[in-house]
């Protein structure tokens, strides 16, 4: 797509930001152009040709833009910058560093640049002179922030190379060359630490993407026991407005055995992206002991920020992270929310006025979706190593309505559901996952299941289904006290019931505000869902529905001071013990 | 504004629709201002020489030979510490017949704030209404509206919010507010002698409806310069915004938009984040708070206006009428602030945020309770003590007439735990039980 002459053309037409331009040249279908606006380049991206009409959407407010301005193409499309110093930075949705940006208020046409040219690298060489490689392919090794960053021979380049010579261990700028290439007919090649990938094509330098068979531990209790997801999964988090999509999105991102993470703030809340800002640099890393900003990155597009940036967003989010994961590096990928993206589309494809599908969204929207979603996955790369990419988007659907599109199509793509429940959330009930309606996928894959029995125990899936079994019947035994009446009913309803109430309010409840109940290990996660069904096993003499409501609020109040204690700690064994002696009171002889 | 030298005038309108003109013009820059027949108009298309504007003001008895001049920007305001005091229409023209503002110009509607600049808001908002103080706490650089029906008392409880919360200014954003309610936020700001500190942009019934989407960009382009250029605390006042966002769909129809969910524009959710998004901490001090009022239609929040909102706004507030006391309340179930967490156990004592959840769990029991009751079923001594427990629970705390400190919120609160409930049932970390449990 490189051309010598670049293509040129003049602003035709205005709608907000659809901007017309006729062209003097062969233009391409998402190609990048930049609009000389007095003294500004405004950037804008293609995606419409009509003979000399190129439809271009602009990355900016085009006010004040006047028919007759020049436009030149770059012959290329949306690109990322990708190489040392990703990690720990703010960028906007088109990568541009928002740091080094001048002034409070957003410019127009500020293009910063995401890497820092100056900073000096230790660059340790991993591939020998006569190496053949290919893109993906490992040449060497610098230390960003404690995690082996590789670098890679590009992507963008085909077929195989030798490598002819690379540079000794020392430091280096980015821009540096570190090594020479030889292709097969035999030019050589530059190579140096940055190179640049078209953020919407998936990056595919890898051998093989196999099922994920790995749970990813997230320390979330309602995730990880009742519906895991996968390292190298997918899963969606739906859910009406004041449900807690980030702030469980918030506690996944900072808990999550994952090396890095990217977060893509796409058209939500500013506030939310300044609490992340705030919050991460203080945040201590409990896999590396250092700060969790430190292998962090977010892309923020805030609902305020140009609307097709919002689009480009999430795209240079997944690749970044493919990025990533072609190191080796297991990644997690959170986007909130993927309905502003959809939305996005949605107003992109109303100026364009194509037809409409449903909600006056665009007819691929499905299309789109699936396709990005089935860009995370777990890989085996071309040198036998692994890496990851986890992803959970939020989606947030138009008043609450499941059966909207963006949800829609979103559950056709991802395989896990989180859906939030205004009900659970009313009545204050954090994390509101409504665990009967969720659902993952991958606790029914044979290799998901053969880890657990390997690694957790061999009993936990049965327990599982046990827990899930308890909270249905719970519900039912719910609906029929509340049709015939608390004394129209058995005891043992009331039993059923206060079991499952049981496990919401230990298992599933979690308060992501407490140091220690934040986050649970697999390992406590087991402990505590045995001893809670330990209780639910028990045969107790109740000679009132009363009695049950007063016993189960008594043990419930241990159990949660036991998750506000550290485990097996003196006060979490105190707990134990005095809850072991309340129901033994009441056990049937 | 004035004609001036050198402006192109056309005469020739090729097309004219309810609120839009069209006309063949060179030179001609987006989102520019015009004077149409003497009318405020805004270029919103421009295809060749095909200018398109909308006439704020609407088109009656516009003819096709009527004078159009462009006046080369966007619409703007003049800022200076001369606003104070002051009221405004929705082009920012006196209408409190005093003089005109000097000082800068500045265009409407500016960029946003780099999300690294901005501060994480942090400064409690205190209201003396324990619906908001104690369950929903506010921040400043917090944008929160009321969700409310249109009979419900919002305006009068937005007035006493503004006043008692410490504002360096409070700016007030009417759009199709009626005429008495306009007089009512007068006198009230009037009487409480907080005029001077008080700038409103108004656009009322009487004013044509899509003069009302230059409301809140004029009054946050005010709100900008006191945050910003003076450090100041600044709270925004919108009310109502579902009469802004009803202009907006006039605008999309009348440009032949394919509409979205309830007859919106699909770029509604945009639209709407840009005002609010306006709402900032700066790490200098200076803030702007938006609290906003969104009238609902029979209460239904999954209409487009409150769904769109409700994913912008952090938080929203709910007031209802209790009946077992007669008086509205801040519904502890629907409302929210996001920010709360930000402030409560930190800015204020630190077992409030249990105290605040074991209460509104108590009060969901006494719901249940009551639908119990209803149905005709026996209630346990348990449901009887919740029942006891959210009567006191509305009338000492929810009820908008409730004006005392969040220290006193809590002792009540403790009181009433204490006087109808065990500690198991109230379940709240021992050390805050050891603390404030009187000792029997």
């Given at each position: 797509m490189e051309q010598k002459n670049k293509t040129t053309g003049k602003v035709a037409g205005i709608i907000a930001n659809l901007v017309i331009i006729e062209v003097d040249g062969p233009v391409a279908q998402n190609e990048i152009c930049f609009i000389k606006h007095q003294e500004t380049d405004l950037m804008a991206e293609v995606i419409k040709i009509l003979g000399d009409s190129a439809y271009v959407q602009v990355f900016e407010s085009t006010r004040g833009l006047k028919i007759g301005t020049e436009a030149h193409f770059e012959g290329h499309m949306l690109e990322v910058t990708l190489g040392p110093g990703i990690l720990s930075r703010n960028y906007d949705g088109l990568q541009n560093n928002l740091d080094t940006m001048e002034g409070v208020f957003l410019k127009r046409g500020d293009y910063t640049d995401p890497l820092n040219r100056e900073t000096l690298w230790d660059f340790k060489p991993l591939a020998k002179e006569g190496d053949t490689l290919i893109a993906g392919g490992w040449l060497g090794e610098v230390n960003e922030n404690e995690m082996p960053h590789k670098i890679m021979v590009p992507f963008k380049f085909e077929g195989s190379y030798t490598l002819k010579s690379i540079v000794k261990e020392g430091q280096y700028k980015v821009d540096d060359q570190i090594a020479v290439l030889v292709d097969s007919k035999g030019n050589d090649v530059s190579v140096t630490m940055v190179q640049k990938w078209p953020v919407k094509m998936a990056v595919r330098a890898y051998a093989e993407k196999p099922r994920p068979f790995k749970p990813l531990e997230t320390g979330v209790r309602v995730i990880d026991t009742l519906n895991p997801i996968a390292e190298g999964g997918t899963g969606f988090i739906p859910g009406p407005f004041g449900t807690g999509k980030t702030v469980l999105q918030h506690a996944i991102s900072k808990q999550a055995e994952a090396d890095i993470v990217v977060i893509a703030a796409c058209g939500e809340r500013a506030n939310e992206v300044v609490e992340i800002f705030t919050e991460f640099p203080e945040l201590d890393d409990p896999r590396t002991g250092r700060k969790l900003m430190e292998r962090t990155t977010i892309i923020a597009n805030t609902s305020n920020m140009p609307v097709a940036a919002r689009e480009a967003s999430v795209y240079t989010a997944m690749a970044i992270g493919e990025y990533y994961r072609a190191m080796g590096l297991r990644v997690l990928l959170m986007a909130d929310s993927t309905s502003r993206w959809a939305q996005a589309l949605r107003e992109m494809s109303n100026r364009l006025e194509e037809l409409p599908g449903q909600d006056a969204f665009p007819m691929d929207l499905s299309a789109i979706i699936s396709n990005f979603y089935s860009r995370a996955g777990y890989v085996y790369l071309n040198n036998g190593e692994t890496g990851s990419i986890t992803f959970i988007g939020t989606v947030s659907p138009a008043g609450g309505n499941l059966k909207e599109p963006v949800t829609e199509s979103t559950r056709k793509a991802a395989r896990c559901f989180y859906g939030l429940s205004q009900a659970r959330a009313d009545s204050k009930r954090y994390p509101a996952i409504d665990s009967i309606d969720s659902y993952s996928k991958y606790l029914e894959y044979p290799e998901v299941q053969k880890y657990y029995s390997e690694n957790v125990s061999d009993?936990?899936?049965?327990?599982?289904?046990?827990?899930?079994?308890?909270?249905?019947?719970?519900?039912?035994?719910?609906?029929?006290?509340?049709?015939?009446?608390?004394?129209?009913?058995?005891?043992?309803?009331?039993?059923?019931?206060?079991?499952?109430?049981?496990?919401?309010?230990?298992?599933?409840?979690?308060?992501?505000?407490?140091?220690?109940?934040?986050?649970?290990?697999?390992?406590?996660?087991?402990?505590?869902?045995?001893?809670?069904?330990?209780?639910?096993?028990k045969e107790f003499d109740f000679k009132h529905f009363e009695d049950v409501q007063t016993f189960f609020k008594n043990i419930i109040n241990l159990f949660k001071q036991m998750n506000y204690s550290d485990f097996k700690s003196d006060k979490f064994k105190k707990y134990e013990v005095e809850l072991e002696e309340l129901y033994s009171k009441h056990l049937k002889n | 504004m004035e004609k001036q030298a050198f402006q192109k005038v056309y005469a020739k309108i090729t097309n004219i629709t309810k609120a839009t003109v069209q006309l063949k013009a060179q030179g001609v820059g987006y989102d520019e201002i015009a004077m149409v027949h003497g009318r405020l108009g805004q270029v919103v298309k421009i295809i060749g020489e095909n200018v398109t504007l909308q006439v704020f003001s609407g088109t009656e008895g516009i003819p096709t030979n009527a004078e159009v001049i462009f006046m080369g920007h966007p619409p703007r305001l003049k800022v200076s510490d001369q606003l104070a005091g002051r009221f405004f229409n929705a082009y920012g023209e006196p209408i409190d017949g005093g003089p005109e503002v000097e000082g800068e110009i500045r265009d409407i509607g500016s960029p946003s704030v780099n999300p690294v600049r901005r501060a994480q808001p942090s400064q409690l908002i205190a209201t003396g209404i324990a619906g908001i103080d104690l369950n929903n706490s506010l921040v400043?650089?917090?944008?929160?509206?009321?969700?409310?029906?249109?009979?419900?008392?919002?305006?009068?409880?937005?007035?006493?919010?503004?006043?008692?919360?410490?504002?360096?200014?409070?700016?007030?954003?009417?759009?199709?507010?009626?005429?008495?309610?306009?007089?009512?936020?007068?006198?009230?700001?009037?009487?409480?002698?907080?005029?001077?500190?008080?700038?409103?942009f108004v656009n009322t019934t009487e004013n044509p409806p899509v003069e009302r989407l230059l409301v809140p960009d004029m009054a946050l382009t005010a709100a900008e310069y006191f945050a910003v250029d003076k450090n100041e605390k600044v709270l925004v006042l919108l009310t109502d915004m579902t009469l802004f966002a009803d202009a907006l769909s006039i605008v999309s129809n009348r440009m032949d938009q394919i509409p979205s969910k309830d007859s919106m524009p699909g770029s509604l959710y945009s639209d709407l984040a840009r005002i609010y998004e306006k709402a900032v901490q700066f790490p200098s001090g200076g803030s702007i708070t938006i609290i906003a009022v969104t009238t609902l239609s029979g209460g239904d929040?999954?209409?487009?206006?409150?769904?769109?909102?409700?994913?912008?706004?952090?938080?929203?507030?709910?007031?209802?009428?209790?009946?077992?006391?007669?008086?509205?309340?801040?519904?502890?179930?629907?409302?929210?602030?996001?920010?709360?967490?930000?402030?409560?156990?930190?800015?204020?004592?630190?077992?409030?945020?249990?105290?605040?959840?074991?209460?509104?769990?108590?009060?969901?029991?006494?719901?249940?309770?009551?639908?119990?009751?209803?149905?005709?079923?026996?209630?346990?001594?348990?449901?009887?003590?919740t029942m006891v427990f959210a009567k006191e629970y509305s009338d000492k705390l929810l009820a908008i007439d409730v004006n005392v400190d969040t220290e006193v919120m809590l002792d009540i609160s403790w009181k009433l735990f204490q006087d109808n409930f065990t500690k198991a049932e109230v379940g709240i970390k021992q050390e805050f039980m050891d603390k404030h449990w009187k000792k029997e």
């Open positions: 009993t936990w899936l049965e327990k599982v289904i046990i827990a899930k079994d308890i909270l249905l019947r719970g519900k039912e035994a719910h609906e029929q006290i509340n049709i015939l009446g608390d004394d129209g009913v058995l005891i043992s309803f009331h039993e059923r019931f206060w079991n499952s109430e049981l496990i919401d309010f230990v298992i599933l409840q979690q308060d992501a505000f407490d140091s220690i109940d934040s986050s649970t290990s697999i390992e406590r996660q087991e402990y505590m869902l045995a001893k809670v069904l330990d209780v639910t096993e | 400043t650089g917090q944008k929160i509206p009321f969700f409310a029906d249109p009979d419900q008392p919002y305006n009068q409880v937005m007035a006493n919010v503004a006043l008692r919360a410490e504002a360096d200014k409070i700016i007030l954003g009417g759009m199709g507010l009626s005429n008495d309610d306009y007089l009512f936020f007068k006198n009230v700001f009037d009487n409480a002698g907080a005029l001077d500190r008080i700038i409103s929040i999954t209409h487009a206006i409150p769904d769109n909102t409700g994913y912008i706004t952090e938080g929203q507030l709910f007031l209802r009428r209790d009946t077992d006391i007669g008086k509205v309340i801040v519904d502890p179930f629907r409302s929210l602030s996001r920010l709360k967490q930000l402030v409560i156990g930190t800015q204020t004592r630190p077992d409030h945020p249990q105290v605040m959840n074991a209460a509104i769990r108590l009060y969901a029991d006494a719901a249940n309770a009551k639908t119990k009751m209803e149905n005709g079923f026996d209630l346990t001594d348990y449901d009887e003590r």
